[in-house]
């Protein structure tokens, strides 16, 4: 029996991007959709019919969402046959495919709120789409056929008044069967002429014809929004040349006023826009960065009907584009406002997109040096499949790295990068790449993973296998006086380890640092680019070595020989104080 | 999930499909996780989908029961199809801004031709175990509003 909850379906969870990690945005509201209105303000205005048609598709359906269809009933009558034509193109697709119990749902709300509209709005929908969404369900029969038919056959059969035509239900979905009993009795009741017509039609067409061209219909209709095909909505993603751009507009001097903010970049851009830009201009840039998450969303397999995907697609623009602001206007604010203002927001996109396609593509490069199977998830990302890519790191580095530092480097190379934010009760929570300090965050894990690898090449190891247990006996070995070196502990050495005190344990690891520090400045395959300061992955060494302390402190010896039991080659078990 | 040719559903794959399940909605669950439970006999299969957070102020068990021997299912097949279908709510409900709720009383449902009931309801079962400590006297108004801040 096939499952939703497959791997398969975790691949294309992860292929879209925006949906496998936990995370958050702080984006100004300004960037924010805002796209929804009171509807029951404007059913109390005299002109409420037309204040709603003239509501733009969007705005309506993220209202009626917002404030529930059930409690809006009275709006569906108001609103123009355009506008529930579009309300059916963001809800009642999936994958490309028509979900004919959502479009009967809406004309079940329609029915309850007047009784007719079920007939007239299916009615007024485009015959190609009528036809759609009864073909699948009525089997229609002519007098004359059904005189060919057995009495058991003929009794499944419902009949229009004097035996002109004669139909069945084929779904046994209670909520199918409602809506077309409920359908018919008020359409035989308004149009009888109408009902037979459908039905034979329907009853008769080739299946799946009218939905293909439907499907065609409403994505045209769809590109009018900005939701456009897959293969458009990858090219996105591309990298582009920054020659250009660089020589537009990096011409600041770097200042550091972003850095020693609370706000992010791109809150101090908007903040400074909304007080120097007039109304029409800020509602522009708005609205063409709205356009370019919709145009994100076939990519990151977002259904345009699905409006918390729709506002995170949003959340991510403002933050990628942040940084390419950033970056572009070396953290000048005003510089920046001018950028947002004249560059398309897709040009900053691809902007960002560019920065982080370089350092992951350095990344990998050396990752391959350390672990040759990463050629196949480089394979898999160039060809923006994020999905087989992410499963192959679960695959492969989670044993390498562990689950923290893994699932950190998944979403570095994330269809949208995050980095580390912060752990929420044991898990990680991750934040968009919306900054040069984020950019930095982002280097940072991958190089973090890079120095684990060099560390442990160093000792002469032949199997890369959970390397926080690696270093972790290098740095006992180095603290017992010896080489950073990958070997068993004897229980003499053990004791001895266990038994230094304060003063000593604090040289030893003096001693660990400055030794750790000459090896990664000596051998930098690690490093992706010249002068990075190495706070961060000493930090990480830091927190390797705070481990070692508290099993050493707390006597929780289970744990360190537990990694030394993992390790393989069990039989030599030496320890060499001078090698 | 792990191919087996077991009737029922293992352990190790209940443990699979509470990860992709975590996985599959980790945008929106905040500071939620799900747990799976699994039961089943020769002719149903029950489960319970928890999505939860450590301190259970908020507890939302969406339960399911499926007679499998009589519309031809297996135990392991009855158990998925709940699953899914319970997937398939869950997504709704975040999508739907976690506005959509099931009936707390079990109620019959159909999907892909087969019948079966669910039932749930969220609970703050932080507060109801603070409400039986004050009325047993065992903390009084101010513990209740420190605890639960």
Redesign the interface.
Known sequence: ?A?????E??VR??DGG??????EAHLPALTLRAETVDLLDLLSLEKAKEAIQNLPPQVLFRSL??Q?VSDCLDILPLMSQEQFTAILDYDAWTDGELQHRKVFQWLQQFREAEREQIYTRFRDLEEEMQIALVGPFIRAVDPEDFEQLSDEEQDRLESFPGGALYYEVKS????IRQFFADFLEVTMGENMEYAMSVLAHAGFMPPNEQEALMAQFRNARMEDDGFVSYEESLSIFHSISLNALEKKWRTHEKTALSCGSNDSFMQLVISLASQSWDKPTLDEVRSRHAYLANALCSAARVEP?????LD?ALEQVWSLNGLALEWLASGNIEQAALILKEEHPKTLFQTACTLIEGLRHKGLKQLEIFIPETSLIRTHLELQKFGLAQKQMDILYGKIFGSELTESLKAVFSRFPMVKSHA??G?IVFRPVDSLNALDSLQDCLETALMKLQLVSMTHVEELIDLDAQIQRSMVSVQLGGHFINRFLTQTQVDIWRSMGEEAYTEANEKLYSGLDAMLTKDRRWALSENRKTDALMSSLSELAAGLTFIKDQGHFDALFNLIESIPNQEDNSYAQDE | ?PKTNNEKLMASEVAE?TH??D?????????R?FSIKVDSDASNAFVTVTLR??HESFFYPVEGRIACKSQELSPK?GA??L??FI??YFEEF????Q?TWLPIDWAGF?FE?FEFELKGQVLNKRTEELADLFLDGKINRDEILSALR
């Open positions: 029996m499952s939703r909850l497959s791997e379906s975790l969870v992860y925006l949906q496998a990690f936990r995370w969402m917002k529930g046994e979905d209670p909520e009907g699905d409006l918390e995907s995170k929420l009760e898990k | 999930m499909l992709i399940l996985r599959k909605h980790a945008a929106s669950l905040g500071d996780f957070n450590a097949d998925m199809l699953l899914d997937d398939v975040f999508h739907d801004r506005d159909n031709g």
